[in-house]
């Protein structure tokens, strides 16, 4: 089949034979034809040479290239991109494994499927769209998942209007593609939690702190621990399960806080914990209580650049409250999931904390998304959860 083709201007076509699998705007020198968004498109370089073919859209990202090879795209060549995606969480053990059974299926361009994301809970799959070329495969993808799990896949629930580009023309409807499931109890490392992807933020449960929940898990032993942004307190029930004094959750949420409380039912041993409905700076900003493990997991604080140097200032800002106020010997486990803060910036930006707060500090580990959020050597920007653990004298 052929495609409407697009030409790389001279000395832009480096990155693309890289694999890396953006095509900037401004890379673009001609465009043979009129693609509409969503479009499957062939780029070339300048001398005309074949370079791979990608979605095309509107945006400062013309092309999501997701092959490099010049074969025919179909519906076999989606399945076996959702086929080599499956074999990698084999290979990680997350397969059939009881004592995980949440984890993303794929991630976007670390899978080269740029755009597309799912989630598995248990028997059913969340998938989400960040690009209006994988919205229209939507139906294919759902095959493929059908024929890769079988029957040990009941629901399919597709989940668009939050990450679709906001500028389309293109209709947005969250729907069901298969089953009708709404929620799932779910068990990570042995502990379970109820997931509501219909309600719930992105596709219900942020997968990508598994590995550190479980860091958090160790460190709580006798300690008094903040878990801050608690959103469905996962944080939180890791650290009961290994002998926290006692878990204070904060979220400015009240639906967030009402997740915490179903979780902590769910985990049987609400005594030594307590729920707060109020914004996370506030409550740094007065508590009195002495903790000893503070957790500071903030959503995005920048989305894109324009908000960067803001972004970097509320960092700094509830870092500085954190290590403050954190009793001596305390450990504090802080996070960016900010893209454009990557985490060369984010250790400096603590570093600046620190030494507003006057303190002593170590850093004990780096930390960031887990295997299952694999990212491309020749695509660092897949590379976006960052964190440090930290020893406060």
């Known amino acids: 089949m052929e495609y409407i083709k697009i030409m790389l201007k001279s000395g832009k076509s480096d990155a693309v034979l890289r694999q890396h699998p953006w095509v900037f705007s401004g890379a673009v020198k001609k465009i043979y034809g009129e693609p ?8 070339i370089s300048n001398k005309e040479e074949f370079l791979g073919f990608g979605h095309y859209q509107n945006g400062s990202i013309s092309v999501r290239v997701f092959c490099f090879q010049k074969i025919e795209i179909n519906e076999f060549f989606w399945f076996n991109k959702l086929h080599d995606a499956y074999k990698l969480r084999e290979v990680l053990g997350l397969i059939d494994n009881p004592m995980t059974n949440v984890y993303r299926l794929v991630f976007g361009e670390g899978d080269s499927l740029p755009g597309l994301i799912i989630d598995i809970y248990k ?16 139906f294919t993808v759902a095959d493929a998942l059908i024929k890769l799990f079988g029957e040990k896949l009941n629901t399919i629930y597709y989940k668009c209007t939050e990450t ?5 023309d293109f209709e947005k409807q969250n729907e069901f593609l298969l089953g009708n499931k709404v929620s799932e109890i779910v068990t990570e490392n042995g502990l379970r939690f109820n997931v509501n992807w219909v309600e719930g933020q992105k596709t219900g449960f942020f997968i990508d702190q598994r590995y550190n929940r479980e860091l958090v898990g160790k460190y709580s032993k006798g300690r008094r621990v903040l878990n ?11 650290a009961l399960a290994n002998g926290a004094l006692s878990v204070d959750s904060v979220d400015s949420s009240m639906k967030a806080i009402e997740l915490t409380n179903e979780n902590i039912d769910i985990f049987g041993e609400a005594k030594n914990h307590r729920a707060f409905a109020m914004d996370a700076m506030d409550y740094l900003n007065d508590f009195e209580e ?4 503070i957790i500071l997991d903030p959503p995005a604080f920048a989305k894109h650049r324009d908000v960067k140097h803001r ?6 800002r509830i870092n500085a409250t954190a ?3 954190i009793a001596p010997g305390g450990i504090l486990f802080t996070f960016s999931c900010s893209q454009v803060i990557d985490q060369k910036l984010f250790e400096a930006t603590v570093t600046a904390a620190a030494i507003i707060a006057g303190r002593k500090v170590k850093v004990l580990h780096h930390l960031s998304q887990p295997a299952d959020h694999p990212y491309s050597l020749f695509h660092p920007e897949g590379s976006y959860l960052k964190g440090l653990v930290l020893y406060v004298d």
């Open 36 to 43: 509409i968004e969503g479009d499957i498109v062939e780029v």
């Open 123 to 138: 028997d059913s799959a969340v998938i989400q769209s960040h690009s209006i070329g994988m919205h229209f495969l939507r």
């Open 164 to 168: 679709l580009p906001k500028n389309t």
């Open 228 to 238: 801050t942004y608690c959103y469905t307190g996962a944080f939180s029930i890791y």
């Open 290 to 293: 002495n903790y000893d493990l």
């Open 311 to 316: 972004a970097i200032q509320g960092y700094k």
């Open 323 to 325: 290590l403050q106020k």
